[in-house]
């Protein structure tokens, strides 16, 4: 059974920065696309970044220049640097992945941006 566990949410200023970490049990990590998604209160779930098994990685463009997302195969980890933060980017952030044709999530981190 895939497992996501998602850490490194809290609460930061305008302008500070947060990591992200997903840890994935239950697959081959190096052949799995792993994303990060976030939710914010009244509003659908979005793609803010993801990562490819073929090391590529794309971004939405409210996110682009400000986080990056990267990963580590050996401890099959998917992380999401946060830079910058804006009041916008609070949400519940949520790791994803398609594995064996099934959908997976993580419980989700919150990650609030205020002053």
């Known amino acids: 059974q895939v497992q996501l566990v998602e850490s490194g949410g809290g609460f930061v200023q305008p302008g500070g920065s947060l990591r992200l970490s997903c840890k994935a049990s239950?697959?081959?990590?190096?052949?799995?696309?792993m994303g990060w998604y976030r939710q914010a209160p009244g509003r659908q779930r979005e793609l803010v970044a993801i990562?490819?098994?073929?090391?590529?990685?794309d971004y939405a463009d409210p996110v682009k220049g400000r986080f990056t997302i990267s990963r580590d195969n050996v401890y099959r980890t998917s992380y999401l640097q946060m830079n910058n933060l804006k009041p916008e980017d609070t949400a519940v952030y949520y790791c994803?992945?398609?594995?064996?044709?099934?959908?997976?999530w993580g419980q989700g981190t919150q990650v609030t941006v205020s002053a």
């Open positions: 239950g697959l081959n990590f190096k052949l799995a696309n």
């Open positions: 994803n992945t398609n594995w064996r044709s099934r959908e997976f």
């Open positions: 990562s490819k098994a073929d090391g590529t990685a």
